[in-house]
């Protein structure tokens, strides 16, 4: 059902407000988007609305979300030593802790990882008087209008430290370090230190020539602390152990369905790339999504998934014109439920769908700014520049967020 | 301290300061910031407690700098609050750092509570400081229960024992808090507050926390038990060192996880240090040896690193028996970091052995390090020859300790080049004259000529070291001719440093040497076609001239180096003629201070 709507779905002339990150944080309140531009958009759950007094727009949706805090997280830099560009959009977004009021999120773009604290700060009056002298007595102005605002503050960066372009960021649940991946390494940082950080998969051959793989998500288990998960664009997924040795090259566990020889075809490759990997609940199972699937693992077992959902079977039929157009390339994410059950994922045509464990469609909805279902577009039909990529499931209740381009969408389920 | 003084130019001052602590740039905060003390000398005790304190409260909503710029100072104003008895009052500012999200930040503020302790009366303690300490520990953000669990071991013995008790149980609860980090900060400060407790309070209270953060699921609190359990097994008997601390050892040398094994590694001298000798020669030593055998290299090298500090303390019979056998695999050992962590440490094994146990068993372990692929691992050995000497005397290692220098010194990277050359005036003190002059006197000069310029500034810097080694008439017979040879080099970087060799000399030549050798010589280059050589001469003599000059004899300065400076003077290149100006202008100034 849809709820709300930030941002103009037909607008897409400006690239910078294009999204490319989508996080809801911990408790659910909170959700950041990043897009090219390099700035960040945090939306607060507003609970002092209460449900039926809640202010609803003609179709019915309640605006529980409002825009809570903006800032401008990365900007273009330019590599001296490469001449190459460093673009700033955001690549992924991870919540940390929180303390009290304040959140913490890490943004990343290509290169470099930041730490922001987002909460309220006392503004400061410029050229505020706090002390005067008079009569030879010193006295102190404490009662000054200070007002308090939400803002973001950068607490760190960890720069310098990839020297491929950073795709994901997750947290430990130790609370106090995290990983960053690249396409062939994925670091180690501890959140206090941002002068060095170890490095524990390094998949980078001595001869580039021979490259094969690169990594393209990784995240921590969500509850054991030594546990790290990476995806690779040959349609792998390797669990590395941290407790096992320095480097974990060597996985603990690897997760790959040996490629069916009949179905080999010029795209089998380039299709079975993973472009998103995600622990379901308490990391028992994990999901992944290629461009033309959805795999679910049993991390008990890792000769085949326990469910191969065909979601985009109709665009079979078209790859060849797909990689002509470069969309064969588009890495769609997934986001899980908090129970772990239910899988949500987007596609071309502005449409998305959300699928149980099992393998049944439950929704299957094309985004649409007055709300409401409506049928699906067969996916081959679909225009292909219209594109969910990003999505998120609040961990708290049953909303979703996805993007459309420049426009964010909210919907109940 | 200066009595605080009212007239309007102070008063302005601070009020400017004051102004600063709220300014917009973070920078001139921090700054405002370190000048805390005068503002509150000059507002007086009373003024200082009721509203500077307030008004540094209201101050913390801020940058991670000026935080910790606050944290740094507030401990100062101890001294202006007027007296012990009002030092409470520091405290509320301190509760408010200790919360931040900053871990910097609370480390120091904590250290600002130790320091306002320990001159705060009794009774103020367990009015203020306990209530302080307990809030911390039990408020809902992890921040303050991190800082809570460094604060109950500063003051626990001046409290009387119900507190202490009370004190007891919040940490043990802090123990098993469900934040991870809280965890690992109360296993690091275990330590402290055991060795402040009795046996039967620790047998009583503390075994059974150590045991469940021994057996954490989480590895980052894991690390910390190894430091745990030397605080412990100092504090308790034998029997109990043996039946409760003894067992945890064991475990955690073959924890799962290879950090929690390397945390073992690292410390594990000082384990058996405390853990007293049956222990150590049994059990622990066992438990060394695996360690030295571990599958992660990581752990390896900690444990190699820590080969002779646990040799010192096994008995020797068990250490050529047992430990040497492991430590002949790890001179062989696949990974270049552990043989180096070995080899910087194996040379001091010898004064242990004694001279036949090490010509018997060390020193076969010894040559083939010398001969390893990486040149770490050389250097090291290198590095802690004097141990070495001191037992059987460097003569034995001589035959394969000279191919290894020379390997070094013509090694492709020249940090390691740089290395030996710092290690040589040593070797050579070592080796003696005689051996010196045949092997290795030609390398030290083929140094002279390297690519790298760092490489020609070490070497001649070691060509002085040498001659004050082996003397003056050794410099004159050995370094000085070969140094004139280098004068008619082609290339004229060559020339360069020979007068940059012959300028490191002087500090080790008797003047008359300096005035009928070196001198001379340096005119001589100022004939150089080179102009880059033709203006290092004046340089150098203007240095010579104002370090040395007033030990020249009579008029030495003006027959000889004037007449030299003149002709440079109208030298066609106008660098030379400004170096050469310098130059007479210091002759000139030691000429007419002489006078």
């Known amino acids: ?413 | 301290m200066d009595r605080p003084r009212s007239d309007s130019a102070d008063l302005y001052q601070i009020s400017l300061l004051i102004d600063q602590l709220r300014h917009d740039d973070p920078q001139i905060r921090v700054n405002a910031t370190k000048s805390l003390n005068n503002i509150a000398e000059a507002l007086g005790p009373e003024r200082t407690r009721n509203e500077l304190i307030p008004f540094i409260n209201e101050s913390i909503d801020d940058e991670d700098d000026v935080l910790l710029a606050i944290a740094e100072n507030i401990g100062n104003l101890k001294r202006y609050v007027g007296g012990a008895e009002f030092l409470y009052t520091l405290l509320e500012p301190i509760e408010l750092l200790a919360v931040v999200e900053d871990g910097s930040v609370r480390d120091v503020a904590v250290m600002a509570v130790v320091s306002i302790i320990e001159e705060m009366p009794n009774d103020h303690l367990l009015n203020y400081f306990v209530p302080f300490v307990l809030k911390l520990a039990s408020k809902d953000w992890f921040t303050s229960r991190i800082s809570a669990t460094a604060l109950f071991h500063i003051a626990y013995s001046r409290l009387p024992s119900d507190t202490q008790q009370e004190f007891r149980a919040m940490f043990s609860r802090l123990c098993a808090d469900d934040t991870p980090m809280v965890r690992r900060m109360a296993a690091k400060h275990f330590g402290s507050l055991a060795a402040e407790m009795t046996r039967t309070e620790i047998q009583d209270e503390l075994l059974g926390p150590f045991k469940k953060l021994a057996a954490d699921e989480q590895d980052s609190v894991r690390i910390q038990t190894v430091g745990i359990c030397i605080a412990l097994a100092g504090a308790l008997p034998t029997e109990l060192q043996i039946s409760e601390v003894l067992p945890v050892v064991l475990n955690i040398a073959s924890d799962k996880s290879w950090r929690v094994r390397w945390s073992l590694a690292a410390k594990i001298s000082e384990v058996g240090n405390v853990m007293g000798e049956q222990v150590t020669n049994g059990s622990l030593c066992e438990c060394f040896e695996n360690l030295l055998r571990d599958q992660e290299a990581e752990v390896r090298s900690a444990a190699a690193g820590n080969i002779t500090k646990m040799c010192s303390i096994i008995r020797k019979d068990i250490t050529i028996s047992r430990i040497f056998p492991v430590v002949n695999l790890i001179v062989t050992d696949s990974s270049d970091h552990t043989r180096a962590s070995c080899a910087s440490v194996i040379n001091y094994l010898a004064p242990l052995l004694g001279r036949d146990d090490t010509v018997e068993n060390l020193l076969p372990m010894l040559l083939q390090l010398l001969r390893d692929d990486s040149s770490d691992v050389r250097l090291n050995i290198i590095a802690s020859l004097d141990a070495i000497n001191a037992v059987i005397g460097v003569e034995l290692l001589s035959q394969s300790l000279l191919p290894a220098i020379v390997d070094l010194a013509e090694d492709s990277k020249w940090r390691v080049r740089f290395a030996i050359i710092e290690h040589i005036p040593r070797i050579a003190g070592q080796l003696g004259c005689t051996f010196f002059n045949e092997k290795l006197i030609n390398l030290c000069m083929t140094w002279l000529g390297d690519d790298v310029y760092s490489i020609r500034r070490a070497a001649a810097n070691n060509l002085c070291e040498l001659s004050s080694q082996f003397g003056e008439e050794w410099a004159k017979e050995q370094i000085i001719p070969r140094i004139e040879r280098m004068h008619t080099h082609t290339n004229y970087l060559q020339r360069m440093t020979a007068l940059y060799g012959i300028q490191v000399l002087i500090s080790s030549l008797s003047q008359p040497t300096v005035e009928e050798v070196i001198v001379p010589l340096i005119i001589q280059m100022a004939s150089d076609a080179v102009p880059n050589v033709r203006l290092t001469v004046p340089r150098t003599l203007n240095d010579i001239v104002r370090s040395n000059g007033k030990k020249f004899r009579g008029n030495f300065l003006a027959t000889c180096i004037q007449p030299a400076l003149e002709t440079l003077l109208v030298d066609s290149d106008r660098d030379v003629r400004f170096y050469t100006r310098q130059a007479s202008e210091g002759v000139a100034a030691v000429i007419g201070g002489a006078q």
């Not at chain 1, 949706?61 to 825009?67: G, L, P, R, S, T």
């Not at chain 1, 020539?209 to 990594?215: A, D, H, P, W």
């Not at chain 1, 974990?248 to 179905?263: L, T």
């Open chain 1, 1 to 413: 059902m849809f709820s709300q709507l930030f941002g103009d779905p037909d607008d897409i002339s400006n690239e910078a407000n294009i999204f490319s990150a989508l996080e809801f944080n911990g408790r659910g309140d909170l959700l950041a988007s990043g897009d090219h531009g390099g700035s960040i958009v945090i939306h607060k759950k507003n609970d002092d609305i209460p449900q039926k007094a809640s202010v609803r727009d003609v179709e019915g949706a309640e605006n529980q979300w409002q825009v809570h805090c903006q800032f401008q997280s990365h900007e273009q830099e330019f590599d001296y030593l490469k001449s190459l560009e460093i673009e700033e959009k955001i690549n992924h977004i991870q919540w940390g802790k929180p303390l009290g009021d304040s959140s913490f999120l890490y943004t990343t773009n290509d290169k470099t990882i930041k730490l922001w604290k987002v909460g309220r700060h006392m503004q400061r009056l410029p050229g505020a008087k706090y002390s005067s002298i008079r009569d030879g007595v010193l006295s102190l102005n404490r009662r000054q209008e200070t007002s308090s605002a939400v803002s973001a503050m950068p607490k760190r960066s960890y720069c310098n430290a990839h020297a491929y372009h950073i795709n994901s960021v997750s947290c430990n649940s130790d609370g106090e370090s995290f990983l960053s991946a690249d396409d062939l390494r994925i670091n180690w940082w501890n959140s206090e230190i941002n002068t060095s950080s170890f490095n524990i998969v390094d998949i980078k051959p001595s001869n580039m020539e021979e490259l094969t793989e690169v990594i393209t998500s990784a995240q921590f288990h969500p509850e054991h602390c030594n546990i790290l998960m990476y995806s690779s664009s040959r349609g792998s997924i390797k669990l590395g152990d941290t407790r096992r040795s320095a480097l974990c090259d060597v996985c603990a566990k690897v997760f790959e369905e040996p490629e069916d020889a009949a179905s080999k075809s010029f795209f089998s490759e380039i299709v079975a790339s993973i472009s998103d990997a995600s622990f379901a609940g308490d990391g028992r199972y994990i999901i992944s999504r290629d461009y033309l699937t959805l795999k679910v693992w049993d991390t008990h077992m890792e000769t085949k998934p326990v469910r191969v959902i065909n979601i985009n079977d109709s665009l079979k039929s078209i790859l060849c014109e797909l990689y002509e157009s470069d969309c064969i390339f588009d890495k769609f994410e997934i986001a899980v439920s908090p129970d772990g059950q239910k899988i949500l994922t987007g596609s071309y045509g502005n449409q998305f769908s959300v699928w149980n464990k099992a393998g049944y469609a439950e929704h299957s909805i094309e985004l649409q700014s007055s709300g409401g279902r409506s049928r699906t577009r067969d996916a081959a039909e679909a225009d292909f520049d219209k594109k969910v990529l990003h999505c998120a499931w609040n961990p708290s209740s049953n909303t979703i967020a996805l993007t459309a381009q420049a426009a964010l969408y909210l919907y109940k389920v």
